[in-house]
């Protein structure tokens, strides 16, 4: 079988495993992402595997750059890159997909071990500057905080690059209209 009559086969296998399922995400025909853990889990981590064109010969790329990532370290990432790189030297030549992501849901708790969420640092100023700041912060109007599920469905909207579809935000010309009116409506 050539590459691309294997990447068929795999495809079609892992659409009908996962239908449904909502860690599975297929970006494009050849771009997959998977999370592992649930959405609120500190410990959970986003996949994103892309197959070069003569997949399964050679080995995907995977990827760990989605911002639901953003929380793990450096350290953390690499260690998962390399245990998967490793899952993937073991099963090159055949479709691995289905492998890649059961192993990682079975040893999320082993790749995770030494994971401590990224924190932004905090620096310590005197009292003077402080309020200072209080009061310029005052002034200045609050960013508007969204909530978990605002958030969730952002997350969904966005492609395996973090940027929104084109077209995501255009108005139905046909559903707007029947709302207001035409011109000649009076």
């Not at 009908?16 to 609120?40: A, H, N, P, T």
């Not at 958030?151 to 084109?166: F, M, V």
Request: net charge negative; glycine share 4%.
């Amino acid at each position: 079988m050539t590459a691309n009559e294997d990447q068929e086969m795999e495809l079609e296998a892992l659409r009908s495993i996962y239908e449904g399922d909502e860690c599975f995400k297929e970006i494009s025909s050849v771009s997959f992402q998977f999370r592992i853990g649930d959405l609120e889990d500190t410990k959970a981590f986003i996949l994103d595997i892309t197959w070069p064109e003569t997949y399964p010969e050679t080995a995907p790329q995977i990827s760990l750059d989605a911002f639901f990532n953003n929380k793990i370290s450096a350290e953390t990432k690499q260690l998962i890159l390399l245990k998967l790189e490793e899952q993937v030297e073991a099963n090159l030549g055949t479709a691995m997909m289905y492998t890649l992501f059961e192993w990682a849901k079975e040893n999320q708790e082993a790749l995770m071990e030494n994971h401590k969420p990224v924190v932004t640092a905090v620096t310590l100023t005197s009292s003077s500057e402080v309020t200072t700041a209080a009061s310029t912060a005052k002034k200045e109007k609050r960013k508007e905080q969204l909530t978990k599920a605002q958030k969730r469905r952002i997350i969904n909207r966005t492609d395996n690059k973090g940027e929104l579809p084109r077209g995501w935000n255009w108005v139905d010309v046909i559903k707007h209209l029947s709302k207001t009116g035409g011109k000649d409506d009076d």
